[in-house]
């Protein structure tokens, strides 16, 4: 395979209610297999999925986490209401989402959004991304897949990666399972998250500044599949050992 990674030019500043679908047709030419990979954030503005601090009142809790991080008690409330569980509170604030994502502060940015507001995640970024995918079939005629991705550290190294979050028509693992290496070896527990390394590449091109470029196209991958979810990828608590250490770690 032959990979192509380019950038969606001109995209305006999203607004609730812009149809992103039309937006990137008209800035582009999709082919089929294309996959479309977007930043979380334009699709938060666009779902309407802003809001003010001012318009919340703390609880107990958020204000407890708050004197601990010296932050806005608002901004942690804001994380508590959108989170499933808090696995660390101190010294980093670490949360699963509601829909599983496991990440800092539940992922709410303010960066790249109008002065007084925060953006949150998508709620259901499967569903946006599936929206996404369907019109932009529907208007192109082409066969697509679509990535929503985010911005998320690394437990164990420094720096940010771009993330998926949200898929349509593409399995977010490459189960390898069964297949044999060089060597006639066959492989036992291979998995590669090939989702992550695709909204990896694609965040080189985004940029983490003020480039602006929060839609690129990835080309010349037939990674296209029936119906996906980006569930596929989360351990669950059962198998997810991680979890159980930081459980064990807030009890002590």
Known sequence: MNME?????NIPLINEGDDITSIICERSTIEDNDIIVIAS???????????RLEDIIPGEKALEIADKHNLDARFVQAVL??????LVDYPIFL???QNGHVCIKAGIDDSNVDTG?????????????KKIGLALEQK???KISVILTDTNGRAFKIGQTGIAIGVYKIHPIMNWKGQKDLFGNVLEITEEAIADEIAGAANLLMGEGDG????VIVRGLKFRSEEASIQEMYRSDREDIIKKGLRCLSKV
Do not use: H
């Open 81 to 86: 209401d959108r989170s499933k569980e808090v």
């Open 41 to 51: 954030t334009i699709v938060a503005k666009a779902e309407g999925r802003m809001f």
């Open 117 to 129: 507001y925060l953006a949150d995640l998508p709620s259901n970024p499967d569903e946006s991304a």
């Open 95 to 97: 949360v699963e989402t």
């Open 5 to 9: 990674v380019f950038t969606v030019e």
């Open 140 to 142: 192109t005629g082409k």
């Open 212 to 215: 602006g470029y929060p839609v």
